[in-house]
Structure formats: C-alpha cells, structure tokens
C-alpha cells in the first residue's frame, strides 16, 4: 500500500510556474513508475508526464519543453516543475505511483492558469 499526497496547486496567470510535489508513504527506490497525470472538466484524465525507476522520463507533446519531472529520494518526493503555463493546462493534477500488477493514486491538486 502506498499513500500519495500531492501539494503545489494554485492560481497562476498563463506565462507563470508551479511546482508540484507528490510524497509518497514508502521509499520511492522501490516504485517502479510514477507520474502526474491531469484531468479537466468534461475531459479524460491524461499523462502529463512519468518516471521511472530507471529514471526514463516520459512527457505528453503538450508540454515537452514546458514541464520537467524529477525526485528527492531523500524525501520520497516526485515534483512536476511547470514553466510557461497556459490556460489549457488547467486541470486537477494527480500523481500515480506502480508498483506492479498495483497502482496508487493522490487525491490530486487544483491548477487554475488564468489567461
């Protein structure tokens, strides 16, 4: 079992930055992936960006170039880095982490970038 908490969220105007944090329950050595996923209104819920233990990263063509994941092992942390954000990145952030055949979900994050 693994508790995932996820801070950062907020109102920023389109051009701003946030950093989103994930904190996982257990040392995330020992999760194979984990990643921020969003989900606006009236719309499915995407990858926006993974990691994995290997430290591949993965990022949706949307933000390629805007957005950086990363981790502090020493707080079991993976924090999504957001740059030049647009309205269209408005969305509830949540983070995954797999550890296979299971996966974890945060309660997710509100990210409002006002235009």
């Known amino acids: 079992q693994v508790q995932l908490v996820e801070s950062g969220g907020g109102l920023v105007q389109a051009g701003g930055s946030l950093r989103l944090s994930c904190t996982a329950s257990?040392?995330?050595?020992?999760?194979?992936?984990m990643g921020w996923y969003r989900q606006a209104p009236g719309k499915q819920r995407d990858m926006v960006a993974s990691?994995?233990?290997?430290?591949?990263?993965n990022y949706a063509e949307s933000v390629k170039g805007r957005f950086t994941i990363s981790r502090d092992y020493a707080k079991n942390t993976v924090s999504l880095q957001m740059n030049s954000l647009k309205p269209e990145d408005t969305a509830v952030y949540c983070c995954k982490a797999e550890t296979p055949p299971y996966a974890y979900w945060g309660q997710g994050t509100q990210v409002t970038v006002s235009s």
């Open positions: 990691l994995t233990s290997s430290a591949s990263t």
């Open positions: 257990k040392n995330i050595f020992t999760i194979d992936h």
